[in-house]
Structure formats: C-alpha cells, structure tokens
C-alpha cells in the first residue's frame, strides 16, 4: 500500500512528501551509504496513515537490520535527529540552558541547583551540543531507552545527551567552592561528554532529578537471630527501591539444629533465602531489575542442598533458581581440595569463631583451632568431591560464583574481616549484622559497627581505556573521583545508621571498560605475554593516579573518618600486599614511585577513601559510552544486547579496521584469562567481576573436563583472583545468543 498521508506529532494529518524523507536520508548518510533504498526499504515497512515518528524510526530500523558499521552510523543520525525533535521540536529549537533549566525545575524532573543567572550563562556558554551528532547508534538507543529523562506513560523525552551530561556534573559539583566550581563543572562535562568517564546508572538517570539512589551495590549480612534475618530482608526489599543490586550473607545455623533451648528443631536455610528472593523480585522495575547474590560458606552442614540451588534438575521445593549464589572458599577448604584432605561441616550455631577464622585465616591457622576448639563436626566429607559438586554446578548454571575469602583479606585496604561480595562480585566491605530496627534507623556519632550493625554501599564509576592519555589520566581520574565521592553525600539514605557508615568510610570502586578495544588498539591480545604486560601497565597507572587523586582530596575535603579502620594510616598501598606469583606472567616493571606515595599518605594520615578500586562488568553503561564491557574480551564482533527496554545492536568500536586483532573470548585458555584479571587484581583494594567462556564446541566430547576446571579455580586461587563471575556458554558455531546488556541489579 502505497502512502498517501501521515499524520505529524501534533495530530494534524498531511500528505505525504517523499522529498522531506529523502532530505533525512541524506542528511544522516555521512560516510556513503546507499540512503535511498534505506528511505524506499523504509515506506515499505509503514502504512498509509503513519506518523512521521514512524516513518522515522523504520528508517532506523532499515538500517540496523543491515549490520555493519556505515549504516549503525547512519542509524546514529537519525536517532540524534529524532531526539532532538521529540526533545526541542528541531535542531533549530535547542533552547539555552537558563530556558531549560528553569523548565525542568518547574516540571520537577530536575532538581533546582544552586547556580546564579551568571553562572548558568558560563554554563549555557560552555555546553557543545555539536557532541551529539558524534555519538554513536548504541549510545543513542541507551540514552533514548534508559537514560533521558521522560514521561514513561506517554514515552515523551525532555532532554538531550548534552544536557543531561551538564545537569550531571552541575549537581555532582553542586556544593564546590564557588571560586572553583564553574571550571571543575566544565572538567567533568567535559570527561562526561567525551566519553572519558563512563557512569553508571543510578548517575545517568538520577544525577540531575529527582531520583536519590546513587549507590550501585548494597551488601548485607544476617547473625543468626529471628530479628536480625528480618531486618536483613527489610533492607534487601528497600535497597532494591533505591536501584541498588543486593549481596547477602546470611550466616545462619544449620538444619536440625536446636532453638531455645533444643526444644525446637530447625529447618535450615531455604526458607529464609526465599525470604530473600520475594524482597528483590517485589521491587523489579522496567529500567532496573531486583536482584539478589546469597552468599554461604564451604563449611555449612546444608551444602550440598546450598550448591544445587540453581540447577535444573534440583527437585522444586529445594530449587530457588530466582537469584544467584556465592560460595565462599576459604583457603583451608582450597588447600584441602589442593591435598586430597577430608573437610569437616560445622554450623555456625557450634562454633561462631570459626566460622571468622575460616573467611579470614590460613589454612593451617583454621585446621589448629578446629583441633583445639574440640568442636565435633556434623559429618566429614571429602574436600574433592565437594570441589566436584561445586563445578557440576557452577558449569551448568554459570551463576554459582567463588569467593576466595583468604586473597579477599590479605589483599585489602581494611584491618577489618571481609566476609562476602556484592551482587556482581567485584566490591568487598566490611559488613555487620543488624540485630533490631532500632539501630538500622539511629544515628550515633560513636556508631561502633561491629555492635550496631554496618550495611556497606558502594559507590561506582569507570574510567574509559585508550580514551584518556597518560598526560591526562590523572586529572580524569582526579574528577572521575571527586563525582563519586560526592554523589555519597547527595545520596538520600533510608537509613540514620547507613548516612553515618557510609560517609564515615566514604568506600568507592572506580574501575575501567573498554580494555579490549585498547588492547586491539595497541596490537596485542589477551593470551599474548605482550598483551598482559600492557594490561599491568594500565592497571598500575590506573590504580596509582586514584591514590594520587585520593591524597588530593583528602587535603581538599578531609580524610574518611574511619580512615584509621585502614591500613593506609601505615601507608599501605596496594603492591605491599599484592600476589607476587603472577609477575612470572608478564615483563613489565612497576612504573611509579609507589614508596614516595607511600610515605605522603601515612605522612597524611591517610587518604579520602577507604578503598578505590573495583573492577564491574559494564554492561548497561558501556553501552552508553560505545565501548565494550569492562575489562573482558569480545563475545562477537557485533552483539544484539538485550535488557528490559529493548534490544540494542553494538559493534565493536574500529570493526574495520581492528576485526583482525580483536581476540574473541570464546577463543581464549582459561588460564590466559586468570592471567590477565589476576594483574589487575594486584592494583586491586576490592575484585573484579571476573566472566569466564566455554565453547562446547570446542572441548573434546562436547563437554568440560571436571579436573581441568578445578584445577583452574585453584590456580585463579593461588595467582591472587578474589572472586569470578559469570561462566557464559556457547553450544554449537557461530554467534552467540542475546546477550544480558546490564548485569543485574547493579546497573553497571
């Protein structure tokens, strides 16, 4: 059928005029592509009676179906060019920043800011608009889909990327000294709308509005009381509102067990992780989802029940598939997998101070106490065949995930016990127990954690690999640094006692995506001994720079309060504690004068943070950065992501030119991969959420060696890994399926 008419966005019903179509086409058409039969594929696909928005977007659409680099950009320009008419009614009607300001305050989608009619003429003066028509077509979609202010009732958008890049920074900076202000908000729009610094998603959406949830991560922990799970499962069920993705450690007697007294039994664990599962998935929203990682302990009596949670074949009233689990490993159940040792299962209800010996003490520490404490174990079980149980399946869900406890508290910042992670694996805090409302809702200025109970946060953002130069690198990460840290303090908490823990330590993982474009940028691979050499020299430059910008801070703004619960006090900095067993893996030498920044901080008295580094998947944001995921390799050259509002096509970045040199992650040995995130793990105060790859196509029988998996857990173990994530599969040749385009829950 033919169009006759269409109808514009104000409702009136016109002819159609090809020519209007045809001037988009090639106006969008930079780099020669053939726009005609985009625009002529285009009026196939819509009807007589159409919007123009339609039109408009079958024009995208035509060009996304196409898959290649050329049309994806052409893809970009049209979309530009359709949120700039959604947003302003044209590129010819952008308003100036004191016009939409004054109009998004009034229409309580932003904030109202502290700036002066002066200030925002600075302002309106400095924003280049021009930045948008670069952008590419993921970047685009992410901003149209997820990251623009709107109307979700009536899909209307109010902002452009410009403006919600400045509105950003203005409100990060917000309470600057104003004799400095408008030049840092002018610094971080900048590294913003570069590209430099990729923020993650409660930054993207929130920062600006009306929205208060900065913190990605929340991590709680449960004693073993009634009160204490209760209130453990009220946070999980708030957090999730403030978009928070959710790690619990529930350290919980077993079952059978006695309650007062013995005259009750108990009924183990299952029913309080359900708790735990209803909380999250109550609260799963369109943009985020509610998601939940639980952690328990290779000593737990129930765990063979506990390692079998995920699986498919697990009978349903002991299956809870709806969120994910940590194991955490300690290295006494490691070196006894290791030596071919029996493994005793103790409940924490017998032996509480084991159970902190276990996380926290060698292997021979823990054996020694568990001799002297007389406690008998429930059973003895032999340490491989539960190593065994645990691959089985962490191979056949992938979600089952390692917490090496011992490398958590050697390699850390904190003097205090490290007993989990977080949702994605990559943030490790200190973590207490509440054991009543009372305390989660007080405020103490002499707030005693262990006693009172801590929920930790973290707060997270990443630096944008081979965008940045040296020269500038610690200036980005400089402001990188001073967003997040002043994000905690515009963060509306739920809680008296969170405020005060919270900006006491003042905690923060600032980490890096794109590290597979850089590597192809420079010609080197994952696998090569040249590639992780690089990798070295970007994750100590990474690391240094933060502790630079820290010690800044701290003379800016003051030292975390708690800072006396770190090592940095004694002027710790992260090569004292690093594993030394991976520099056999790579030729690089330490770059910076780590002893001199060493005796600055202890001569400080510390720094602003507690700790600096983690290391997230970048899922979502790199979407909205065009880079690709964090520090993993490729899965293909080209990915239809999906998340919950949609489909977004993603080429690697330089697809042309570097498709030779990009290294696929379904081609990379395991070992080389632990290779690589064990160099960063060095330069690392928190982990990393460490993905991992199997091709079952490329395995002998189609299936894993069960001994070469342990054996590669023990060897991550032993070169310094804290934590891994995600075992993806691919079954067959060829592309991989859809891919989750955020990891849920923490937005990153």
């Known amino acids: ?22 001037r988009w086409g090639e106006w969008a058409d930079r780099l020669g592509v053939l726009w005609s039969e985009v625009v002529l594929e285009a009026t196939k696909r819509c009807h007589d009676g159409c919007t123009t928005r339609e039109l408009h977007q079958a024009m995208i659409d035509v060009c996304i179906d196409k898959q290649s680099q050329n049309y994806s950009d052409m893809a970009g320009r049209l979309l530009i060019g359709l949120i700039y008419k959604e947003a302003f009614g044209g590129f010819t009607k952008i308003p100036t920043l004191q016009d939409f300001y004054k109009g998004m305050v009034s229409k309580g989608l932003w904030e109202e800011m502290d700036y002066s009619e002066a200030e925002l003429l600075v302002l309106a003066n400095f924003i280049e608009h021009s930045k948008d028509l670069g952008y590419g077509y993921a970047v685009l979609k992410q901003f ?62 929130g920062l600006r509005a009306r929205k208060t949830g900065y913190a990605s991560c929340c991590l709680i922990k449960a004693n073993d009381t009634a009160n204490s799970i209760g209130v453990a499962t009220h946070i999980a069920y708030e957090m999730t509102t ?3 993705g959710i790690g619990m450690f529930m350290n919980l007697r077993s079952i059978g067990d006695g309650i007062r007294n013995n005259t009750i039994e108990h009924m183990g664990k299952l029913g309080y992780y359900r708790m735990v599962k209803d909380a999250v998935q ?54 006894a997998v290791r030596q071919g040792m029996k493994w005793p ?49 962490r191979v056949a869900t992938g979600r089952v995930y390692p917490a090496f406890s011992g490398n958590m508290n050697r390699h850390t910042p904190f003097k205090e016990l490290l007993p989990m992670s977080n ?32 929920v930790a946060l973290c707060f997270l953002a990443s630096l944008v690999a081979g965008r940045i130069s040296k020269e500038e690198y610690e200036d980005v990460a400089y402001y990188a640094l001073a967003m997040v840290d002043s994000v905690m303090d515009e963060m509306d908490y739920p809680y008296l006692s969170m405020k005060r823990t919270v900006q006491a330590r003042r905690s923060v993982g600032i980490g890096i995506t794109n590290v597979a474009h850089y590597m192809a940028k420079n010609y080197v691979t994952y696998s090569s001994r040249a590639g992780k050499t690089l990798l070295h020299e970007l994750a100590e430059m990474h690391s240094y720079y933060l502790h630079k910008a820290s010690l800044r801070l701290s003379k800016e703004r003051g030292l975390a309060e708690w800072i006396g619960k770190t090592k940095y006090v004694d002027g710790w900095v992260p090569p004292h504690t690093a594993n030394k067993m991976i520099d056999s893996q790579h030729d690089a030498k330490l770059q910076f004068d780590w002893e001199e920044l060493s005796r600055q901080i202890k001569e400080n008295g510390g720094i602003r943070n507690s700790v600096l580094e983690a290391y997230m998947p970048n899922e979502s944001s790199s979407l909205a950065t065009n880079t690709t995921n964090g520090i993993y390799p490729i899965r293909d050259f080209i990915l239809t992501k999906k998340s919950a509002t949609g489909n977004v096509l993603f080429i690697v970045p330089d697809y042309e030119e570097l498709k030779y040199m990009y290294e696929i992650a379904w081609n990379i040995p395991t070992r080389d991969l632990i290779d690589c995130y064990a160099i960063f793990q060095k330069f690392t105060g928190q982990a990393i959420s460490a993905d991992f790859y199997i091709n079952y196509a490329k395995l002998v029988g189609n299936k894993v060696s069960a001994k070469e998996f342990m054996m590669d857990t023990l060897y991550a173990w032993m070169m310094g890994m804290k934590t891994q994530y995600y075992v993806n599969s691919m079954v067959g040749v060829g592309s991989s399926s859809l891919q989750e385009a955020y990891c849920e829950g923490c937005g990153v």
Not at 1 to 9: G, W
Not at 308 to 328: C, S
């Open 345 to 393: 299962l103790i409940s924490v209800k017998d032996a509480p101070e084991l159970y902190d010996l276990y996380i926290k003490g060698s292997a021979e520490e823990f054996i020694n106490a568990v001799i002297e404490s007389g406690v008998v174990p429930k059973e003895w079980r032999d340490a491989r065949e539960l190593m065994l149980l645990y691959t089985i399946n």
């Open 144 to 205: 149209r889909d997820k990251y623009g202010i709107k109307d979700i009732r009536t899909d209307k958008l109010y902002e452009s990327p410009q403006f919600m890049f400045l509105g950003m920074a203005m409100k990060a900076f917000e309470k600057q000294p104003k004799e400095r202000r408008l030049e840092d908000v002018k610094k971080l729009y900048t590294y913003l709308s570069d590209l430099k610094i990729n923020a993650p998603t409660p930054y993207l959406n």
């Open 423 to 454: 949702l994605c694996m990559e943030v490790v805090l200190p973590v207490y127990g509440f054991e009543d409302m009372v305390s989660l809702h007080s405020y103490k200025e002499n707030h005693n954690p262990e006693v009172d109970g801590e």
């Open 1 to 22: 059928m033919m169009i006759k008419h269409v109808v514009k966005s104000n409702g009136q019903v016109v002819p159609f005029e090809p020519e209007r179509l045809n």
């Open 282 to 335: 109550a609260n799963k929203q369109k943009s985020r989802g509610g998601s939940a990682n639980v952690f328990y302990t290779m000593l737990d009596p129930q765990i063979e029940d506990l390692l079998r949670l995920k699986h498919p074949t697990t009978a349903t009233a002991k299956r809870i598939n709806e969120i994910d689990y940590g194991v955490i490993m300690g290295d006494a159940f490691l070196d």
């Open 242 to 244: 403030k978009q928070a």
